[in-house]
C-alpha cells in the first residue's frame, strides 16, 4: 500500500554508516527527508509533528534543495506496532 504524506519539508541529512559488529560489513547509512506535517485535531487545533522519512538514492536529487517548501511524498510504510487508517476529507 502507498501512502502520501505531505508536509513542509525542513531538512535532509545522510545517517552515518552501519557497521554489523558480526561479520565487520558496512552499509552506507540512507538519506533522510524531515517533515513537518501539521494534524488538525478533534477541537479544530493544528498539531505539528515531525516526520523522517527515509528516501532512496534515486531521489534524492528530487529533494535537495527543497528546504522550505511543501511537498507531497509517495511511501510505503514499516511498523512495529498496528497502523490504524481513516478516511480524511
Same mark, same amino acid.
Given at each position: 500500500?502507498?501512502?502520501?504524506?505531505?508536509?513542509?519539508?525542513?531538512?535532509? %541529512?545522510?545517517?552515518?554508516?552501519?557497521?554489523?559488529?558480526?561479520?565487520?560489513?558496512?552499509?552506507?547509512?540512507? %538519506?533522510?527527508?524531515?517533515?513537518? +506535517?501539521?494534524?488538525?485535531?478533534?477541537?479544530?487545533?493544528?498539531?505539528?509533528?515531525?516526520?523522517?522519512?527515509?528516501?532512496?538514492?534515486?531521489?534524492?536529487?528530487?529533494?535537495?534543495?527543497?528546504?522550505?517548501?511543501?511537498?507531497? +511524498?509517495?511511501?510505503?510504510?514499516?511498523?512495529?506496532?498496528?497502523?490504524?487508517? %481513516?478516511?480524511?476529507?
Amino acid at each position: 500500500m502507498i501512502v502520501t504524506i505531505e508536509g513542509k519539508m525542513l531538512s535532509g %541529512y545522510q545517517k552515518p554508516d552501519y557497521v554489523n559488529k558480526e561479520n565487520g560489513e558496512t552499509t552506507k547509512g540512507k %538519506y533522510v527527508i524531515q517533515l513537518m +506535517v501539521e494534524q488538525k485535531l478533534k477541537n479544530d487545533e493544528i498539531k505539528n509533528e515531525l516526520l523522517d522519512v527515509s528516501i532512496p538514492n534515486e531521489l534524492i536529487t528530487k529533494y535537495k534543495g527543497q528546504d522550505g517548501k511543501l511537498i507531497q +511524498v509517495k511511501c510505503n510504510y514499516i511498523s512495529k506496532q498496528p497502523v490504524t487508517f %481513516y478516511g480524511v476529507l
